[in-house]
């Protein structure tokens, strides 16, 4: 069974989300997420959870959690939300840098996924349109 890791900022709003997208398309995968920094047990912002719940899933019991070695070991693909968060994670985890890729990059296109942290619920809504976009071009590697 695949593991797959997703990694943002401070883990509160687009890896959360990625994270609930994927385990409902794919409930046979691990899927968790993690922040480079994290404000660790923080819940997930506000309009993240509203949008997951819309789409059948909830953040009600996600907590931030932040990035480390113990993770990444139990990961088989670990998927940044962007290039930075990517060039961080080789930086620190070089002995990772083969399973870290920016979601992007692992679905083959070149944008990076929008962070819609204090924005409205359409700046939201628009983040979890381009990552079920993303997740859909990807399923098809991961299990």
């Given at each position: ?5 997703f ?98 990059e ?35 590697k991961?299990?």
């Amino acid at each position: 069974m695949t593991s797959v890791l997703f990694v943002c900022t401070g883990n509160t709003c687009r890896s959360p989300m990625a994270e609930a997208l994927l385990k409902k398309a794919n409930p046979e995968l691990t899927v968790r997420s993690a922040g480079i920094q994290a404000m660790v047990g923080a819940s997930a912002a506000k309009h993240s959870r509203m949008i997951v719940r819309e789409k059948g899933q909830s953040l009600e019991q996600h907590t931030s959690t932040q990035i480390n070695e113990p993770l990444l070991d139990k990961s088989d693909v670990v998927l940044t939300m962007t290039r930075s968060h990517r060039d961080v994670l080789h930086r620190l985890y070089p002995e990772y840098k083969e399973r870290i890729f920016t979601l992007s990059e692992f679905g083959e296109t070149d944008e990076e996924v929008t962070d819609p942290i204090g924005g409205d619920l359409a700046e939201y809504r628009t983040t979890a349109e381009q990552l079920e976009r993303l997740l859909q071009k990807i399923q098809h590697k991961l299990v």
